[in-house]
């Protein structure tokens, strides 16, 4: 028998009461048909997470930069190997269906989970995150190492009320944006499973909107299952407010497509019970889910012992040496040059005797939240040691050293050398153990660290005490990190993470405590004396130093992390007087970016020679870092994200409309800092003899282009050529152009390669929300390929015979969400979750529709409608007049309004409707 087959049998076998508890992710063993207990879940998004130590490799955001498919096949596979030995290991239970990796659209720099994505660009992401779920999954046609879980569907780009947030999307930024990716990699990639995300979109939550069965499942072709992510099942009451019980949101989210629920198993199986008494569900819907997950878990070999013993992998594989030196080229591969004045990389070792290495991140490797344990790090300083360990190097991290006094009782705070330490106030001189070191994130946030013990001051809930005791600024409340407020008379208020005041307890030995509330009270506040000013001291040691190695950048726990948007893109306001500093004693400076996501660094592309970009590159950063800066390795990382000069030429994170909002490369209309692809390398490039198979295209035809690049510097070096196309004379807005293909090639200095890449005609469609389906328009099109979207090297023009986007037909229904334009209005979807409406902000609220083709004369408008008494305005392009019609009160409920058009309307016209606040509209037609 083949699978299907085999989970229809096994259903077969099942009682009711054993599939439904089957339905939560943390499935129940099943004895007697020897179905183990299984845990549909883990994490992967950069090597194995949370189980023990593994390999980590760069974060996604370093990973698609590299633009290199093959890289990221090989380290799905490395990935895959280490979680199927952690799989043997314990004992069966789970971690081969793994949630990752995430490709969420990075339309936005301020996004918290920035770092786990693949780019802003759909044909990138998808591409990127498709190779390493190639890698993951094998390529058995049939039996699946791993099962990947790309998340998180979809339109998940905020962080801040996530839980009950309502993004408004409209059909084409749905179609041909925030959908594609999934596309891509079900279709060519065959991704097993998704995850739907906590958000809802145009007021359907994700986990109950029938799109995930309609369009991932029916349309693209899903081929596993669907499940939620934590907790979102029970946040549907209570966050979004959906539903008043969570047998309904477990009737509707089946319904809908969903397989498997990530919350508490017992909450879900007695709220299927309760659905199936309340008829809102039948058991075939729950065969149908639970089918889906079996399906799965019979294609990792969990029913066939062969299987399990092909896919074995022991534990040695865990951390091997090969997996080590793919970590090492991942980061090489990985790495940015954003600017290189003068050739002033590489470094030539021979003219430098003493190096600065400098900066908060020169000697950190942070892990983030999804990092796997790692089995060891090497920090840039590290690398620049063992490359460069028969030349003078000196670091320091550029913070300054405080000690705190108490203004209760005028001592110092002290802690002791080693182990867990509470923090007293007792001391009446400066040593060591009075001292700390004052850690600067910005926007308030600072943390704490014990000079004496190294360890970090953090809030203690259990004893209500500041214990000086962790060894690191992480965890996903992160109670390291506290808020230094001035009062105004010289002293200072230090506050939790969580908003409490610390003060000094004399009951308890003047020990440092925290509190709900200010009393305004002398052992609630304190003042802070600098022992050592950290950026004059970095300063000292960067004036008499050949070379400064300068690395600024972000903790992935801090300003910009899962749960917590960014404030800002600028750099924190302590590395920003650091660089400038730092320039005035010496402007020979490695400006080292490592980063969770893009910087406005605007001073430093004007002033700095060299800049290097990287996100946290893990346990090989170092030694990686190190051999880029020495020349032993040209870098030809490309930026996957547009770096915007300010948060003041994009919108605000909330709005999702890459269209009008101009975002991303594609209709960004500003300068950018640095444009989407750029990238250089330590030679140089000439495009030529660019060849197209043909100047005019049908639908079922493909593009196919050749070009060559000569490498006319004097290194060797990896090029990334990228293909763009552009539509010439669209019938409605288009991109700037699109990216549809690129490559990684290695060219010797002297030598030319020849590049062959193709474009099926078919990827270059458009949604039409006219007849609500995709489209290849015909036309002109242009063809543009270059080292980036702004450094475009060889054009040419082609002609597609496509299809025309047709006039609208007045005489049927129009949807309101069709526009082609609008001004200030949002949507929502009726309770059926089918419907999705227009509803006006405010009294200049409008919607579009273009290009009506009146063949006959209407009599009147059928508008489907609901209002607070309101007033709507029709306005025709081609009459000089507006027909105004009063609204009554609807009583929030939806009425068909008939009005009377009393003039001609003919030929073609494109058609306003404005609406005063508070109008909702779903669709209208003329008769």
Not at 148 to 164: C, G, I, L, Q, V
Not at 304 to 320: A, G, L, M, T, W
Not at 469 to 489: H, L, Q, R, T, Y
Not at 543 to 567: A, F, H, T, Y
Request: net charge negative.
């Amino acid at each position: 028998m083949n699978i299907e087959e085999r989970v229809k049998e096994l259903i077969s076998k099942l009682t009711l009461e054993e599939k439904i508890k089957l339905l939560p992710t943390r499935q129940a063993e099943i004895p007697r048909l020897n179905i183990r207990e299984f845990y549909i879940g883990g994490e992967a998004a950069h090597g194995v997470a949370w189980l023990g130590k593994a390999t980590v490799f760069p974060q996604p955001i370093g990973l698609s930069s590299s633009f290199d498919r093959e890289l990221m096949k090989k380290i799905g596979n490395a990935v895959s190997q280490e979680a199927r030995a952690y799989y043997y290991m314990r004992g069966k239970i789970g971690g081969l269906m793994l949630w990752a990796p995430t490709v969420d659209m990075l339309r936005d720099p301020r996004w918290g989970r920035t770092e786990e994505g693949y780019g802003e660009d759909p044909f990138l992401a998808s591409e990127m995150a498709g190779a390493y779920i190639q890698g993951m999954q094998g390529d058995d046609p049939v039996y699946l190492k791993t099962a990947m879980t790309p998340k998180h569907f979809f339109a998940n780009n905020n962080e801040r009320d996530r839980d009950k947030f309502s993004a408004d999307i409209d059909p084409r930024n749905m179609y041909e944006y925030y959908l594609e990716v999934f596309r891509r990699v079900i279709e060519k990639y065959r991704a097993q499973c998704i995850m739907t995300a906590y958000n809802a979109v145009n007021g359907i939550p994700c986990i109950i909107n029938p799109i995930v069965r309609e369009v991932i499942k029916e349309k693209f072709g899903l081929e596993g299952c669907v499940v939620t992510d934590a907790a979102d099942f029970s946040q549907t009451v209570t966050s979004h407010k959906t539903f008043e019980n969570h047998y309904e949101t477990l009737a509707y989210a089946l319904k809908a497509g969903i397989d498997a629920f990530t919350d508490n198993p017992d909450l879900v199986i007695e709220s299927a019970w309760q659905a199936l008494e309340k008829g809102l569900i039948t058991e075939e819907d729950i065969d149908r889910a639970v089918s889906n997950s079996l399906k799965v878990r019979f294609r990792l070999g969990e029913f066939d012992e062969e299987i399990s013993k092909r896919f074995y992998v022991p534990p040695n594989q865990i951390c091997n040496n090969e997996h080590s030196q793919l970590a090492y080229m991942a980061e090489l591969k990985s790495v940015v040059l954003l600017k290189n004045e003068n050739k002033f990389l590489p470094l030539k070792k021979e003219k430098i005797n003493k190096i600065a290495v400098i900066g908060p991140l020169a000697n950190k490797n942070y892990n983030d939240w999804y990092s796997g344990t790692y089995p060891y790090k090497v920090s840039v300083l590290q690398g620049i040691i063992n490359r460069l360990y028969n030349k003078e190097i000196l670091y320091h991290d550029s913070y300054d050293i405080v000690a705190i006094k108490s203004v209760k009782n005028n001592k110092y705070l002290r802690v002791i050398e080693s182990g867990i330490s509470p923090v007293w106030a007792v001391s009446d001189n400066i040593t060591e153990k009075e001292v700390f070191k004052y850690i600067d994130w910005g926007w308030g946030k600072k943390s704490l660290q014990g000079i004496a013990n190294g360890k970090y001051l953090t809030a203690d809930d259990s004893t209500s005490a500041i214990l000086s005791s962790a060894e690191e600024v992480f965890g996903w409340f992160v109670k390291e990190v506290f808020n230094i407020d001035p009062i105004g008379d010289g002293t200072y208020l230090i506050k939790t993470w969580n908003g409490k005041y610390a003060y000094i307890d004399e009951k308890e030995g003047n020990i440092l405590k925290f509190k709900d509330s200010f009393e305004n009270l002398p052992e609630e506040k304190f003042i802070f004396e600098k022992v050592e000013k950290g950026i004059e001291k970095a300063c000292e040691i960067a004036k008499n130093s050949d070379i400064v190695i300068l690395c600024v950048g972000n903790n992935p726990l801090v300003n910009g992390r899962e749960d917590e948007d960014r404030v800002d893109i600028v750099l924190p306001e302590h590395q920003e007087n650091l660089v400038r500093e730092i320039f005035k004693v010496n402007p020979n400076i490695v400006l080292l970016v490592i980063s969770s996501y893009p910087y406005a660094i605007c001073w430093e592309k004007d002033h700095i020679p060299a800049i290097l970009w990287s996100s946290h590159g893990g346990q090989e950063m170092g030694n990686a870092i190190a051999d880029i800066l020495l020349g032993n390795f040209s870098p030809a990382g490309r930026l996957n994200m547009t770096w915007y000069r300010s948060i003041h030429h994009i919108p605000p994170i909330t709005d999702y409309d890459i269209i009008r909002g101009k975002r991303t490369y594609m209709y960004f209309d500003k300068e950018p800092l640095f444009s989407f692809g750029h990238g250089l390398t330590y030679t140089e490039f000439e495009y030529k003899n660019l060849i197209l198979n043909s100047k005019n295209f049908k639908l079922n035809e493909e593009i196919k282009l050749s070009f060559e690049i000569e490498n006319i510097g004097d290194m060797d070096s990896e090029e990334v050529p990228q293909v763009y196309i552009k539509a010439l004379n669209s019938k409605v807005k288009r991109p700037n152009m699109q990216l549809k293909g690129f490559t990684r090639v290695f060219v010797p200095k002297g030598e030319r390669v020849k590049v062959d890449i193709t474009i099926p005609i078919s990827e270059l469609f458009i949604w039409d929300v006219r007849e609500e389906r995709y489209m290849v328009e015909k036309g002109e099109y242009e063809i543009l390929i270059g080292a980036s979207s702004k450094d475009i090297r060889l054009r040419d023009k082609f002609h597609i015979d496509g299809e025309e986007i047709k006039n609208r037909n007045p005489f049927k229904d129009t949807k309101a969400i069709n526009f082609d334009d609008y001004h200030n209005v949002s949507f929502n979807t009726k309770r059926n979750f089918k419907e999705t409406y227009v509803i006006f902000n405010d009294n200049d609220s409008f919607i579009l529709f273009k290009d009506f083709e009146f063949k006959n004369k209407p009599k009147k408008v059928v508008i489907e409608l609901s209002s607070n008494h309101s007033k709507i305005v029709l306005i025709f392009s081609k009459i000089g007049k507006e027909f105004s019609f009063e609204v009554l009160d609807t009583n929030n409920e939806w009425k068909e309004i008939v009005y009377l058009l009393g003039e001609h309307i003919e030929g073609i016209q494109d058609l306003y409707i404005k609406g005063e606040k508070g109008l909702k509209i779903n669709w209208f037609r003329f008769e």
